[in-house]
């Protein structure tokens, strides 16, 4: 199962088995966040554990929808590549702030 509820009512989404290793698709982005937001509990802990890849164009979606959800999203296991290209993304639109 890739999503857990802990007893801090918080639920865990593990992208690997939510999506895949390689994070890739915009739409991948825009799926994942049509479920987090349907989620009741508002904070959700996103699971980047083994991910072994991710374009600009996932990091992308991901960030910008992350800023338009009223949800407390925590992302946890963030590898040094993953971190990289969020801060390509975020470095890359000077006007627009992600977090």
């Known amino acids: 199962m890739y999503m857990i509820m802990s007893r801090n009512k918080q639920k865990k989404i593990h992208l690997t088995k939510f ?10 982005a825009n799926e994942l966040f049509n479920y987090i ?5 508002p904070k959700i802990v996103v699971n980047f554990y083994n991910i072994q890849s ?3 164009a996932f990091t992308h979606q991901y960030l910008l ?7 407390n999203i ?3 296991n ?6 990289k290209m969020f801060e390509l993304i ?3 639109d000077k006007n627009f702030n992600f977090r």
């Open 19 to 28: 999506i895949s290793k390689n994070l890739l698709l915009r739409d991948s």
């Open 37 to 41: 937001n349907e989620i009741k509990t």
């Open 54 to 56: 991710i374009t600009r």
């Open 65 to 71: 929808n992350k800023k338009n959800s009223n949800k």
């Open 74 to 76: 925590i992302d946890v």
């Open 78 to 83: 963030i590898s040094p590549h993953v971190k």
């Open 90 to 92: 975020e470095r890359s």
